[in-house]
T-cell receptor, first 108, second 114 residues
Framework: DAKTTQPTSMDCAEGRAANLPCNHS???????VYWYRQIHSQGPQYIIH???NNETNEMASLIITEDRKSSTLILPHATLRDTAVYYC?????????FGAGTRLTVKP | DAGVIQSPRHEVTEMGQEVTLRCKPI?????LFWYRQTMMRGLELLIY????????DSGMPEDRFSAKMPNASFSTLKIQPSEPRDSAVYFC????????????FGSGTRLTVV
């Protein structure tokens, strides 16, 4: 599976959009981009995934560049409860392997 | 749907004792995964099963660790004998093999070996 690069940490003001970037320049044509988050001491939570089209659900939007070498997870109106570690994962096979992720802190 | 259920939530044991962690996946999910999380190493995939059969156990740290899935609704991760360095949070996750579905994780078992 392709490797991903994410910033170690980010801050966001409450009520503003949080835009979390992920670089996956070695992604293959059959690999999906997945996003999970982990709120302190809880199990990781699935957020969204996509192959090449942009995706949106009740939690977030996923924007994938046309060359698929990077993506952005967008939380449209961040709340304090969105403070968590966000993981970007690229994979084709069944197993999901987590990196260090981005620690997002939403501030009042 | 009760989600993925893990037990116990917390376990404190003495070095050298056997520890068994349990997981009940979501009904209908045919993939089950065991992860370990520590501050130093993050989330590590230990082993995963498909239709109760172990597919990849390359992440199991050593022979002291073993995992079984006797049926579609139950899996165990056993450590014998336990050591202080096994202290971690152990997560179980499940998913369906249909399409590209994401995983559902349990709440984890926090293991402390003293």
């Amino acid at each position: 599976d392709a490797k991903t690069t994410q910033p170690t940490s980010m801050d966001c003001a409450e009520g503003r959009a949080a835009n979390l970037p992920c670089n996956h320049s070695t992604i293959s044509g059959n690999e999906y981009v997945y996003w999970y988050r982990q709120i302190h001491s809880q199990g990781p939570q699935y957020i969204i995934h996509g192959l090449k089209n942009n995706e949106t659900n009740e939690m977030a939007s996923l924007i994938i560049t046309e060359d698929r070498k990077s993506s952005t997870l967008i939380l449209p109106h961040a709340t304090l409860r969105d403070t968590a570690v966000y993981y970007c994962i690229v994979r084709a096979m069944r197993d999901m392997r987590f990196g260090a992720g981005t620690r997002l802190t939403v501030k009042p | 749907d009760a989600g993925v259920i893990q037990s116990p939530r917390h376990e404190v044991t003495e070095m050298g004792q056997e520890v068994t962690l349990r997981c009940k996946p979501i009904s209908g999910h045919d993939y089950l995964f065991w992860y370990r999380q520590t501050m130093m190493r993050g989330l590590e995939l230990l082993i995963y099963f498909n239709n109760n059969v172990p597919i990849d156990d390359s992440g199991m740290p050593e022979d002291r660790f073993s995992a079984k899935m006797p049926n579609a609704s139950f899996s165990t991760l056993k450590i014998q004998p336990s050591e202080p360095r096994d202290s971690a949070v152990y997560f179980c996750a499940s998913t369906t093999g249909t399409g590209s579905a994401g995983y559902t994780f349990g709440s984890g078992t926090r293991l402390t070996v003293v």
